[in-house]
Every structure is written in C-alpha cells, then in structure tokens.
C-alpha cells in the first residue's frame, strides 16, 4: 500500500513560481514511477511530468519550464513550476505505479494517488 500527499500548491502571477511536494509512504517508493497529473474542471487527467531510477518524461507545454526531482531517502518527489502560466491552473495530483517509466505515460497506468493540490495562475 501507498499512501500519497501533496503540498505546496497556490495562487501565483503569471511568470512566477512554485514547487509542489509529494511524500509518499511505502515500501517500494525507490523502485516506483513517479508522476504528476492536473486536471481543470470538465477535462481529462492530463501528464505533465514522471521520474524513475530511467529518466524523467514531461509534456511538451510544460518542458523547460518545469522540472521533476526525486529524494528517495525523504520519500518525496517535487515538481518545480517556473514561468508559470494562467494556462497551468489546474489541480495537480501526484501518482505512482510499479510500472517502467517507458511504459507509464496516462493516467490508466498508475495505481496510487494523491489528493490533489490546487494551483492557481492569474495572468
């Protein structure tokens, strides 16, 4: 069993910045994919980013702009916003699965979740 908390969402300006947190409990949180998601009301879990011991994946709006990390010994994995964008409020959720990275690219795949965090972008 994986339990799964985010933190650190907000409201922020156009062009500013945060870093979501996601602590995760569990015993194969090393071994794990982990990715996060965000959804806006009406529409589709969508990828933004996923991480593991193979590399790390993001969507195309979002590459350069954030960056995924991963701290196995705190159990933790961070996403760090920058250059925020009023297209980029939604709620975020973290997720995990057991899955390689190569084959965990939607929602579908993933077995655990967080309980989102919002993230508000005014321009």
């Known amino acids: 069993q994986v339990q799964l908390v985010e933190s650190g969402g907000g409201w922020v300006q156009a062009g500013g910045s945060l870093r979501l947190s996601c602590a995760a409990s569990g015993r194969t949180f090393s071994t794990d994919t982990m990715g996060w998601f965000r959804q806006t009301p009406g529409k589709e879990r969508e990828f933004v980013a996923r991480?593991?011991?193979?590399?790390?994946y993001y969507t195309d709006s979002v590459k350069g702009r954030f960056t995924i990390s991963k701290d196995n010994a705190k159990k933790t994995v961070y996403l760090q916003m920058s250059n925020l964008k009023p297209e980029d409020t939604a709620v975020y959720y973290c997720?995990?699965?057991?899955?390689?990275?190569?084959?965990?690219?939607?929602?579908?795949?993933?077995?655990?979740w967080g309980q989102g965090t919002q993230v508000t972008v005014s321009s």
């Open positions: 997720a995990s699965t057991s899955l390689p990275i190569t084959l965990a690219d939607r929602p579908q795949k993933y077995t655990y």
């Open positions: 991480i593991s011991w193979g590399g790390t």
